[in-house]
């Protein structure tokens, strides 16, 4: 009858890892727990005299039946120390390699005979083939949905993510874009510089892409040189236009290595929107991959699928040359909308509202060009210099008892979000020489509060500078009691939707009546904007409102009018 074999009657373990039960060698021969992890036998180098060094180097069995004789003094003392006279290790050999071993031992001289050397021979050999299998298969499965030349997602795995997308995108009613675009003359790359070079040029250019993508997650290479990305939660198509266009030119303004020498790309892009131009994965890719084609045939950059999106785009575009137009033509101006204290009825502040003096079509309102602003970036000049112009304004004002009017300025989220946001507001405050700065800043409530722990000590920053905060559109965010105690913000600013509604809706009386008791038990100032009939201005009144802002004191008018209103002239 054969002997028990090794697994069967002593413990064997991998190298760095010891069974958690203890074995019967391990309660007759001394304690073996964590012996592999410090053992120099657990070493896989291939240098050194070790038995796994050994059997790594020459992958092969390396056997030793009499751990006292063995000249191996690197794993002596250990084994004996804890019984062990026989030790036995072989190589698990993947792809010709060692990728690591089966150490097997026996309190027993002599244990690892022929016989038991070619029943454990034929384990190693099961163990690895069973790790080439993985090892295969776990490749078979990444080439199934990555591009192995760049490592992003291939058209099957794009597709898949894309219809994810669009589910959850028909369920909350939003948008999403698809854009496939190619790199121009690609083919010519290949034949001049070669296959090589041609591959090189296509990892730098999905690096850059995922880099660059909005949504790096949602980037993909379809195929030889076409390249796709996707938005979700899009809410006006017209805006990705910027997204692109800004995608497309930080990739390709800097200039491509190529064999040495450097290579500047053109490429193309065409653009579908869920659900107009297709409800599903297959027709919305196929639809972009359609304005691709007709792009790179009319030698446009990009174009959308509809060609009425094409025109709105066009005019967008137009529209952002136009603005940048005007911060060179300092076309932008101020307008004032009055404050009144809630229990006299005088002005105590003023809020500046930013108007464009369009030399073409005349006064445009914010609503038509500050999403261009912050979605270009070019609110942060524009936001800067609303600040100087208000509190240079403010410089040349007096109110009844010959102090500056206080003056309220907006900021826009990407404002808030830059890391020089004090500075940039300090900077500003400078150059307008405000003494006493008579500025407050007013900030909305779901802005303030989705970053809230970096904005605490941007806030706290501009408060040391003398300038009061107002949390704007105050009631319709999320804020937390807790939180809203460690700010440090002056006033709250109810939203103007409870205020229109107050007279007619007893909820939007009670959330009025709830935001002036809170407000004042946290020492802030309550200002009610959007006041446009005198029951609203008495009902404020009798519920304690601080300040008013509304159509029934004044609308927002020119600078040259400021100063009737000061005065106490209605304009």
Not at 352 to 373: K, M, N, S, Y
Not at 468 to 476: L, R, Y
Request: proline share 5%.
């Amino acid at each position: 009858m054969r002997a028990a074999s090794p697994w069967e009657r002593e413990s064997s373990a991998w190298p760095g890892w010891a069974s958690s039960t203890a074995s019967p060698c391990e309660r007759r021969v001394g304690e073996v727990r964590g012996f592999f992890d410090n053992a120099p036998l657990a070493a896989t180098a291939t240098s050194g005299q070790s038995l796994v060094g050994q059997a790594v180097r020459e992958k092969k069995p390396a056997v030793s039946n009499d751990i006292q004789n063995d000249p191996q003094k690197m794993t002596r003392r250990e084994c004996l120390e804890r019984g062990i006279n026989s030790l036995a290790v072989l190589p698990l050999i993947v792809g010709g390699e060692a990728v690591g071993v089966l150490v097997l031992y026996a309190g027993e001289l002599g244990f690892f005979d022929s016989e038991e050397m070619k029943l454990l021979v034929e384990l190693a050999g099961d163990i690895a083939f069973a790790l080439e299998h993985v090892g295969q298969e776990e490749r078979l499965t990444y080439l199934a949905y990555y591009d192995a030349l760049t490592g992003l997602p291939n058209r099957t795995l794009f597709h898949e993510r894309l219809t994810q997308v669009l589910h959850a995108a028909k369920h909350g009613r939003t948008q999403v874009v698809v854009a496939t675009g190619d790199i121009n003359r690609f083919r010519l790359i290949n034949d001049t510089f070669g296959r090589q070079a041609g591959d090189a040029l296509l990892r730098e250019f999905a690096q850059r892409l995922k880099t660059i993508w909005p949504e790096p997650e949602h980037v993909a290479r379809i195929s030889a040189d076409v390249f796709a990305g996707a938005l979700a939660d899009v809410h006006d198509p017209g805006d990705i236009a910027y997204s692109i266009d800004k995608a497309v030119t930080a990739i390709i303004e800097a200039p491509f290595t190529v064999e040495g020498k450097e290579l500047r790309i053109a490429t193309t892009a065409g653009v579908a929107v869920f659900p107009a131009d297709g409800e599903d994965a297959d027709t919305l890719f196929r639809n972009a991959e359609a304005a691709l084609q007709k792009a790179k045939e009319s030698g446009e950059r990009y174009l959308f699928y509809r060609p009425e999106m094409n025109s709105r785009v066009a005019e967008t575009l137009l529209l952002e040359n136009k603005l940048r137009q005007a911060i060179k033509g300092n076309q932008f101006v101020l307008h004032y909308q009055p404050k009144v204290d809630g229990r006299s009825g005088r002005v105590s502040g003023l809020e500046a509202l930013i108007r464009w003096q369009d030399p073409e079509t005349g006064l445009i309102p914010p609503v038509e060009f500050i999403p261009i602003l912050e979605e270009t970036g070019m609110i942060l000049e524009v936001g800067q210099w609303a600040i100087r112009k208000a509190l240079e304004d403010s410089r040349r004002w007096r109110m009844k008892d010959g102090s500056p009017p206080r003056i309220a300025v907006n900021v826009s989220p990407i404002q808030l979000r830059q890391r020089n946001f004090v500075e940039a507001v300090r900077r500003s405050v400078e150059e307008a020489g405000a003494g006493g700065c008579p500025l407050d800043l007013e900030i909305t409530e779901g802005l303030i509060m989705r970053d809230i722990e970096e904005n605490i000590p941007k806030l706290s920053a501009i408060r040391e500078m003398g300038l009061q905060i107002a949390i704007d559109d105050f009631g319709t965010g999320y804020s937390s009691l807790a939180y809203l105690a460690k700010l440090p913000v002056t006033a709250l600013k109810i939203d103007r939707s409870f205020i229109i509604t107050m007279a007619s809706n007893p909820q939007s009386m009670t959330i009025v009546s709830t935001i002036i008791s809170l407000a004042h038990s946290l020492d802030l100032k309550v200002i009610a904007e959007g006041v446009d009939a005198e029951e609203q201005a008495r009902s404020l009144r009798r519920l304690g409102c601080d300040e008013m802002q509304g159509y029934l004191f004044s609308r927002p008018v020119p600078p040259d009018k400021v100063e009737d209103l000061l005065k106490g002239n209605p304009p």
